[in-house]
């Protein structure tokens, strides 16, 4: 007979290794990467804001003015039905949807004639603010 074999597996000690050096590096990495959740999130409001921004320009470019107020962003995705009617709409639309802001709140739109006001509220979904709170442009 030969030696007695090994059963497959880990013991205890090992698991309680694995467990404590997982544990060890959680404390030490998480404190890190926890405040840069509000950065990410400010990064992609600026993102989203330039990617909207460039498909309101394509607009005015096919159309001869940007989408109204009422109108609304809404007119990237679907062609507007009320006046100032586009001459010209791009078939699919500028965006495929319009996302919400990284905080779940829609982006804000305002037409003022040849020029546009876009922004993101912020981390509150109200008007100015500081902080995370602060409105994105």
Not at 66 to 83: D, K, M
Not at 99 to 124: I, Q
Not at 125 to 135: C, L, Y
């Amino acid at each position: 007979m030969g030696r007695p074999t090994r059963a497959a597996g880990f013991t205890l000690l090992e698991i309680m290794i694995v467990v404590f050096i997982v544990g060890l590096l959680a404390t030490l990495v998480a404190p890190r990467l926890m405040g840069r959740t509000d950065e990410a999130r400010r990064v992609k409001a600026t993102a989203d804001l330039a990617t909207i921004a460039q498909a309101l320009d394509l607009y005015r470019l096919d159309s001869g003015v940007y989408p109204t107020t009422a109108q609304g962003l809404a007119a990237l995705v679907t062609r507007p039905t009320t006046a100032p009617v586009p001459r010209a709409w791009r078939d699919g639309g500028y965006v495929d949807q319009l996302p919400p802001d990284p905080w779940g709140n829609p982006y804000v739109y305002v037409a003022t004639g040849d020029r546009f006001v876009l922004k993101s509220l912020g981390g509150d979904g109200v008007e100015g603010g500081e902080g995370n709170a602060a409105d994105v442009q």
